[in-house]
């Protein structure tokens, strides 16, 4: 049975621009209940209010779920995107669809290359932490010796991957782009691993001092 706050999501999935009143109603609780709700996701960044003029008199507050919120029904976005890739694959070469995704991890890592190059191996480690979360993966990283192994506890294109394994070059484009070096993918949930990971070499290490 799905919680009040997910009802409340589904509402405005459906829904949007809907008011306090209107979700109260949808899933059958008073005004105070739904007002509770509403702020706690909107902490959680998942829904956002917005106030609309509506006729004579003071604009009413309106919801509407954040591109965060909309995350939260993939399986409306997972058979579209399939069908994107199988439709451009029909009209593109494998190498070009890689070359797309590729493209795009160099675009975001770019974005801040100049800040980046003079942090320390470890830096960059968290730095690919945090800009990889933002993606919508998590991902850990430890030392192992003198090599560093970086590990994709969750990926956001798991089930994508399975029909195109071509968007997995995005993530390692990302890592080598920011670290100004090729790394080696060492596992893949592809061929059977529990998860994804990467090994940065002692002698990479030392091409980065």
């Known amino acids: 049975m799905k919680s009040t706050r997910d009802r409340i999501l589904q509402t405005l999935l459906n829904h949007p621009q809907a008011t306090i009143s209107d979700l109260a109603d949808s899933v059958n609780i008073n005004t105070i209940s739904a007002r509770h709700h509403l702020t706690s996701l909107q902490l959680e960044g998942l829904i956002r209010a917005e106030e609309v003029r509506h006729g004579v008199g003071r604009p009413r507050l309106v919801y509407s779920l954040t591109e965060s919120g909309f995350e939260k029904f993939p399986t409306r976005y997972l058979q579209l995107t399939n069908r994107l890739l199988t439709q451009l694959k029909l009209r593109m070469p494998e190498e ?3 070359a797309i ?11 801040q290359l100049e800040r980046i190059k ?20 998590s991902i ?29 070059t ?3 484009t990302l890592i080598s782009s920011i670290l100004s070096i090729p790394t080696v993918k060492v596992e893949c949930v592809l061929d059977g691993d529990n998860q994804c990971s990467y090994i940065i070499t002692k002698k990479q290490v030392a091409e980065l001092k």
């Open 96 to 98: 070009e669809i890689e």
């Open 118 to 137: 003079k942090l320390s191996i470890e830096e960059k480690l968290n730095y690919i932490k945090e800009t990889l979360s933002d993606q919508g993966f």
């Open 101 to 111: 995704f590729s493209e795009m991890a160099k675009e975001i890592a770019s974005e």
């Open 170 to 172: 995005m993530d390692q």
């Open 140 to 168: 850990e990283w430890e030392k192992s010796g003198e090599n560093y192994i970086i590990k994709e506890i969750s990926c956001p294109f798991f089930h994508v991957g399975q029909f195109h394994p071509e968007v997995c």
